[in-house]
């Protein structure tokens, strides 16, 4: 059967009806499917959970291309159509998990005679109700509800205003010493000698990196860290009461226990167990890091007595070139856009068995590039790639469901939105293409679920970030990056290059973990602690997670995005990183050996939210993932 992918609009009415009827549609579907789950008693569980599946896929459909269109579309009031359609869609999946006459047409099923995948989505589904808070009088129920809808305005709110955060600062044209030629010429002096910077990535990755004069990479560093402040200081001190209140009503400790519930964590209390272990893990080597980088700080500034984080990268960057020969304006020399793209498609598909196919189809913008994602004449996808920046648009780097895939029912789609130059590529930005590129495979290849509710990325949410952590690794093998790097020669970088890379990465390895685990430390204390002054707190947690110090007096908290979706939670990315360096181990053949590969793809992408997380990691490994992978790359070895 061919399933056909979604159709986009070709013009502005198109556009506005497809961001309003659309998920109008769906939701009058789930409401017809309700109405049917709580009239029809003599319906089996069988049928009652294929209802559920359906009003799963209706609701998925219509939130996820809502929220693409919210974060990408061109059109500021499409932009809005699309957020006020989120916060309806989020409304309705909040008020089901309330009611308590769908709660009673699951509550008592019969689970006989279900089969493994029946079973899982039933225990699913009635966690899902009990956290939703149906078991809860009808005045906590309302106030539930109200919560709920609180936390998803808020949050809306709240990425709104990052998103339409950018901002600009002029520096003298002298304050761009040091900076590549491409990016000088492509910002030319005003006729007062100034010139516009913006806090878009194309403009501050390389100022960050860069620029020698410390005063412009901290101008722009401290514009960016007050990024939507102040209008998110007040949106963020509601949500995070919202969020205590919501988990004190549902019977949970605090916000964090209510997330960590469902990942593989655990609770809340091991969240700052954990964070405790990583700062055990990596405190030594960054002590040992930081003062080299106080001295490489000093010769520039002779009366410099810390380090902040508008220094970090640009002495990581001198450092790398003066001591292990590693120049990084010379790598980003062999990484222009149109051939690291190129080249993703080709790694990846070689590695996962898989072709990307060109599609001259509508979009939401000129800019995106779709293909469809093919095996042996069989299409299995379509991904969507939104790479540069433009006004109004998500300003970060992630991937976007955008169709939940399930098996001979719906095409799995998925959109990168990222911020990338048109021109020469950082090798982190390199990195981090792959990185988004392991989330858009995963959401295709593990989009043939049998329920909607295990398609694709529906993994813990703990575990979901390694499989693109796992990807990152192949950005840094010199064969993978000899098939497509090419400097202004047509010559590949340079394998002995590639080496030192890889040996001088080491270094700040353990700094930039302090540096995530500084994040891991505001998500989780902004959450459970909720201090009043969040200025304040978050400056503090910051500078006594690591020697290298926040800039004073600013507001990073406000343009963390990260607060909204990952909550409590950003611990994530380093617990994921843990099994991803273990899952690496499954490779010791070589990155491309097709046995492995296939391994991997069948055991960990293809299986979705099928299985627990820990099972299918232990697939692929044969044995449950351990910490010792993790700390080996941690000593560097």
Known sequence: MTLAPLPFPADASGWAAFVADRPAQR?????????????EP???????????????????????????????????????????QVQAVESLSAARLLD???????????????????????????????????????????????????????????????????????VPASGLAGMPQDFLDAHPADENGRVTLTT????????????????????????????AWPENDPILAELLEVRAERARL???????????????????????????????ASRAAADAEYPLLLERLRRDAPDADVVSTADFWYLLGAIKREQYDVDAQLVRSYFPFER??????????????????AVDEPTWHDDVRTYDVVRGGDRLGRIHLDLHPREGKFNHAACFPLAPGVAARVLPEAALLCNFSRGLLEHDEVVTFFHEFGHLVHDILGGRQRFARFSGVATEWDFVEAPSQLLEEWAWDAGVLASFSADAWGDPIPAALVERMRTADAFGRALEVRRQLGHANVSYHLHVDRPVDLQAETERLYAETSPVQPLPGLHPYAGFGHLTGYGACYYTYQWS?????????????????????????????ERGGSRDARDLVEAFLGRASTFDAYREWLAGD
Do not use: C, K
């Open 100 to 170: 308590r006459e769908l709660w009673n047409a699951f509550a008592d099923a019969e689970a006989d005679g279900l089969d493994a995948d029946q079973e899982r989505l039933l225990a699913h589904l009635r966690r899902d109700f009990r956290r939703g808070g149906v078991e809860l009088d009808d005045a906590q129920r309302a106030r539930a509800r109200e919560l709920a809808d609180r936390d998803t305005e808020l949050s809306l709110t709240f990425s709104r205003n990052i998103r339409d955060g950018r901002r600009e600062i002029t």
């Open 27 to 39: 939701i009058a579907r789930v409401r017809e499917i309700d109405a049917r789950l709580t009239s």
């Open 42 to 84: 003599e319906l089996s569980t069988v049928e009652r959970l294929e209802l559920w599946n359906d009003a799963d896929i209706a609701l998925a459909e219509a939130l996820s291309e809502a929220y693409v269109i919210s974060e990408a579309h061109p059109d500021a009031a499409v932009r809005e159509t699309a957020e006020t």
């Open 577 to 605: 990183l843990v099994i991803a360096r273990d899952l690496l181990s499954g490779f010791a053949d070589g990155l491309m050996d097709p046995e492995a590969a296939r391994r991997y793809r069948t055991e960990v992408l």
């Open 200 to 227: 878009d990535y194309p403009d501050l990755m390389p100022i960050r990196d860069y620029a020698a004069d410390r005063a412009t990479r901290t101008a722009l560093v401290s514009t960016y860290n007050d990024l």
């Open 340 to 357: 690291v793209v190129t080249g993703v498609l080709d790694v990846t598909g070689r590695l996962l068995d898989v072709e990307y196919v």
């Open 250 to 280: 549902l019977g949970y400790a605090d916000w964090a226990d209510y997330e960590t519930e469902t990942r593989m964590i655990g609770s809340g209390a091991e969240i700052p167990a954990f964070l405790s272990r990583l700062d055990e």
